[in-house]
């Protein structure tokens, strides 16, 4: 049973460019959470997709854009890259929440590192 | 929003010294998830705390949540050059996957 997997592992961009990165949930997991995590700080979430839709959203820019597909896979977009952008990005996958007072499990892919010159 | 403080930053600690991290809010919490990020990896998770004063065991580790959910500690145990990583406790609401994850710390293990 496969993990979560992100592609590509490593990316090197310029000031001013697009970046797509791509996640592949874990197998059963239909929801899929994006997180930012810079060099010596905690993960910050920026979106949450389920159904192909925009579920939650953390404080990134609009230059932060997603895309969930029906194999429930996903796609983060990031326009305009500032050197700030730099950082490691995380997909996690897990069941969405349906039921009250209950939490899933999420799983973490291995990360994308963007680096911003 | 919601933010989550952890304490210390920096622990470094003799193998087979113990190590405790704490994790603060000012807010009471729904629940509260601990991770494991070794160097160079990414966030596993190791528990999940989500009735008060609840405690967990795993092995060498102890988990905690505190009376008023506004607390969460980890203790290890007799620490091994295994448990070198950054420990994240991170929370979250009942129906909502959001994770609000704290600043980490970060332990480093003298041999």
């Known amino acids: 049973d496969a993990g979560v997997t992100q592609s590509p592992t490593h990316l090197i961009k310029t000031r001013g460019q697009q970046v797509t990165l791509r996640c592949s949930p874990k197998?059963?997991?239909?929801?899929v959470s994006w997180y930012q995590q810079a060099l010596g700080q905690g993960p910050q979430f920026i979106f949450q997709?389920?159904?192909?839709?925009?579920?939650q959203r953390g404080n990134f820019p609009d230059r932060f854009s997603g895309h969930q597909f029906p194999n429930y896979s996903s796609e983060l977009n990031v326009n305009a890259l500032l050197l700030g952008d730099s950082a490691l990005y995380l997909c996690?996958?897990?069941?969405?929440?349906?039921?009250?007072?209950?939490?899933?499990?999420?799983?973490f892919g291995p990360g994308t590192r963007l680096t911003v010159l | 929003g919601q933010q989550v403080m952890q304490i210390p930053q920096y622990q470094h600690v003799q193998e087979g010294e113990d190590f405790t991290t704490y994790c603060n809010s000012s807010?009471?919490?729904?629940?509260i998830q601990w991770y494991k990020q070794r160097p160079g990896g990414h966030p596993v998770f190791l528990i999940q705390?989500?009735?008060?004063?609840e405690v967990k065991k795993q092995k060498r580790l102890t988990f905690q949540f505190g009376e008023a959910k506004k607390n969460s500690s980890l203790h290890i145990t007799a620490t091994q050059t295994t448990d070198v990583g950054t420990y994240f406790c991170?929370?979250?609401?009942?129906?909502?996957?959001?994770?609000?994850f704290g600043t980490g710390t970060r332990l480093t293990i003298i041999p």
């Open positions: 996690a996958s897990s069941f969405l929440v349906t039921r009250a007072y209950s939490y899933n499990e999420q799983f």
């Open positions: 197998s059963g997991h239909d929801t």
């Open positions: 997709y389920y159904e192909e839709e925009e579920r």
């Open positions: 807010t009471t919490l729904s629940n």
């Open positions: 705390l989500v009735k008060s004063g």
């Open positions: 991170a929370a979250s609401n009942f129906g909502n996957e959001k994770l609000t």
